[in-house]
T-cell receptor, first 112, second 115 residues
Framework: EAQVTQNPRYLITVTGKKLTVTCSQNMNHEYMSWYRQDPGLGLRQIYYSMNVEVTDKGDVPEGYKVSRKEKRNFPLILESPSPNQTSLYFC???????????FGEGSRLTVL | AQSVTQLGSHVSVSEGALVLLRCNYSSSVPPYLFWYVQYPNQGLQLLLKYTTGATLVKGINGFEAEFKKSETSFHLTKPSAHMSDAAEYFCAVSDGTGTASKLTFGTGTRLQVTL
C-alpha cells in the first residue's frame, strides 16, 4: 500500500530535549516536505527536499533541521524544542514537485 | 509570490443542501490549483486539481471546482451535502514551474453538515 508513515504520532516533551520525527514514503517520490498546522494559520511549510541531499527552507524553518540521506526518508529534527513548536506536523511526498501531495497522518507534538 | 484566500473559516450547511467553499488566489504565473480535504485525525488527501485544459474540474465524492481566471477564483462546490462531507477543506496554489516551486495553502474552511 502506498503510504507516508510518520512516527511518533503523539509526543509530549520538555523544552530543550532534542527530538526527531521520522518520515518514510514507499512511493519512490523525489519530493518531500514538512508542514506544521496551527489553528487559524493553515499549513505552513517548514522544509522541503527536491531529492537526496537537496533540501531547502520553507516559510517557517527556524528551530528545525532536516536531512535527506535516502530517497525514502526525510526526518524532522528539533534540536532544542520550545513551547512555540507545539503543533501538528505533517510530512508529505510527491512524484512531481507541483503535483499531488501524499500526506502522512500527522504527528502531534507538545512541548512543555 | 503566490497566495490563497479562503473566505469563511467555518461553513455550516444542512444535509442535502448545496456546498460552496470559496477560494481566491494570486499568482504571477499561470497557477496550478488544488483542493485538499482533511477528515478528523487524518492527513490531507487530494480532492481535485486544476493544471491546464478544462476549467471545470471534477473530483472525488461528488465535488467539483471551476477555475475562473478573470475572477482569480477556484471555488469548490457539491450539489448535495452529506454528513460524511464534514471535514476541513484547504485550497492550495502552485506556480507549476517545477523548479523549486511549492504549494501555498489557504487557512482552511471547516465544513459542518447538520440534519
Amino acid at each position: 500500500e502506498a503510504q507516508v508513515t510518520q512516527n511518533p504520532r503523539y509526543l509530549i516533551t520538555v523544552t530543550g530535549k532534542k527530538l526527531t520525527v521520522t518520515c518514510s514514503q514507499n512511493m519512490n517520490h523525489e519530493y518531500m516536505s514538512w508542514y506544521r498546522q496551527d489553528p487559524g494559520l493553515g499549513l505552513r511549510q517548514i522544509y522541503y527536499s527536491m531529492n537526496v541531499e537537496v533540501t531547502d527552507k520553507g516559510d517557517v524553518p527556524e528551530g528545525y533541521k532536516v536531512s535527506r540521506k535516502e530517497k525514502r526518508n526525510f526526518p524532522l529534527i528539533l534540536e532544542s524544542p520550545s513551547p512555540n513548536q507545539t503543533s501538528l506536523y505533517f510530512c508529505a511526498s510527491s512524484l512531481w514537485v507541483s503535483g499531488e501531495l501524499f500526506f502522512g497522518e500527522g504527528s502531534r507534538l507538545t512541548v512543555l | 509570490a503566490q497566495s490563497v484566500t479562503q473566505l469563511g473559516s467555518h461553513v455550516s450547511v444542512s444535509e442535502g443542501a448545496l456546498v460552496l467553499l470559496r477560494c481566491n488566489y494570486s499568482s504571477s504565473v499561470p497557477p496550478y490549483l488544488f483542493w485538499y480535504v482533511q477528515y478528523p485525525n487524518q492527513g490531507l488527501q487530494l480532492l481535485l486539481k486544476y493544471t491546464t485544459g478544462a476549467t471545470l474540474v471534477k473530483g472525488i465524492n461528488g465535488f467539483e471546482a471551476e477555475f475562473k481566471k478573470s475572477e482569480t477564483s477556484f471555488h469548490l462546490t457539491k450539489p448535495s451535502a452529506h454528513m460524511s462531507d464534514a471535514a476541513e477543506y484547504f485550497c492550495a496554489v502552485s506556480d507549476g514551474t517545477g523548479t523549486a516551486s511549492k504549494l501555498t495553502f489557504g487557512t482552511g474552511t471547516r465544513l459542518q453538515v447538520t440534519l
